[in-house]
């Protein structure tokens, strides 16, 4: 019932789709909604993005934006979730004219909007770098992050296309996020090898977006003296083929090293999952007892980039949450 890993883009509801391609009078085709979520015969991580192309259609305005996340917020409050940290790229939502200043402050009011309604339950947002974006625009997302630090963005990201542009490329968009002094998480380690998360912890992440092929041998003792959490997306990494079952999710071999991880959903809708459904895969492969279950969940409230004063209400609640928690992912 805590979601670090994401991505409001990938989240959207069906409902959302009718609602928001009528209100802009674009087409879902005739697969609606089908050719919303990834079928588990996606050959690649690069076809798995190509579902991003309608979401990122309808997400052109301060309005849709706004709707998109308090959808969202509502949503995972009714579901039962106690925090998310909703992670979206600016730079993607400016084709009618928006700044990505005016993106991220809609998604924000989305937000806030939604909270007023969902009594004890957190959102936080995380703004994207791009992979394959300009690094003028990747450091306008940066100056963005730090225009509204103190508010509901509280970290960046790096996301795309891992094979195709190596994380060496962004030095200098994440020094200047260090300068800043802000959170940062990078996706890495899950359609290329272990050297690229060690890229990662060297442009200052603090969380690992996947990093499903650390070398936990090699590489895994610099990752444990450095307190770095991984953000494990199992479902997702199926379907980009990163792994091929859920017996190869490296849960065991991280902890075996002590190396913290969370589950998350990566994304609702593209891949058709929640948090719920993450663990009970996981559960199931891995004959899961509550302790570790609750392990991974505290990990994800101590990880997260919220205050310590949301993260003490936070650890009261997965105090109270947990047995059912573990009874309806054991079912």
């Known amino acids: 019932m805590i979601d670090l890993h994401l991505h409001l883009d990938g989240s959207l509801s069906e409902q959302d789709f009718l609602y928001l391609a009528k209100k802009e009078g674009i087409c879902l085709g005739k697969e609606f909604p089908n050719n919303i979520y990834v079928p588990m015969d996606c050959k ?14 309808l997400l052109q305005s301060k309005e849709n934006i706004a709707h998109a996340t308090s959808s969202l917020v509502r949503r995972l409050y009714k579901m039962g979730y106690i925090y998310a940290e909703i992670r979206f790229a600016p730079q993607l939502h400016m084709q009618k004219g928006l700044t990505q200043l005016e993106v991220a402050k809609a998604a924000l009011e989305g937000v806030e909007e939604a909270l007023k309604e969902c009594d004890g339950f957190e959102a936080n947002l995380l703004l994207c770098c791009m992979r394959h974006g300009a690094e003028e625009v990747n450091m306008e997302t940066v100056e963005v992050a730090n225009k509204l630090k103190g508010t509901r963005v509280v970290g960046v990201d790096l996301a795309g296309a891992e094979a195709m542009h190596p994380s060496s490329y962004y030095k200098n968009i994440f020094d200047l996020a260090k300068e800043y002094r802000l959170n940062i998480t990078i996706h890495a380690g899950e359609a290329t090898g272990s050297d690229e998360v060690m890229m990662a912890l060297d442009n200052g992440a603090t969380r690992i977006g996947h990093g499903v092929h650390l070398d936990t ?3 895994g003792p610099r990752a444990k003296k450095e307190d770095i959490c991984f953000e494990f997306c199992p479902t997702s990494n199926l379907q980009t083929k990163s792994l091929k079952t859920y017996a190869d999710v490296p849960l065991r071999a991280f902890m075996d090293k002590g190396i913290a991880l969370t589950i998350n959903s990566d994304n609702m809708t593209v891949s058709n999952t929640d948090v719920y459904q993450e663990f009970s895969h996981l559960y199931q492969t891995f004959n899961l007892n509550k302790d570790e279950v609750y392990g991974f969940l505290l990990n994800s409230i101590n990880y997260s980039f919220t205050s310590e004063e949301v993260k003490a209400r936070l650890r009261v609640k997965l105090k109270e949450r947990i047995d059912k928690f573990y009874s309806q992912i054991a079912m």
Do not use: A, G, T, V
């Open 44 to 57: 690649s991580l690069e076809e798995y993005l190509m579902r991003f192309d309608l979401p990122l259609q």
């Open 217 to 219: 041998e090699k590489d």
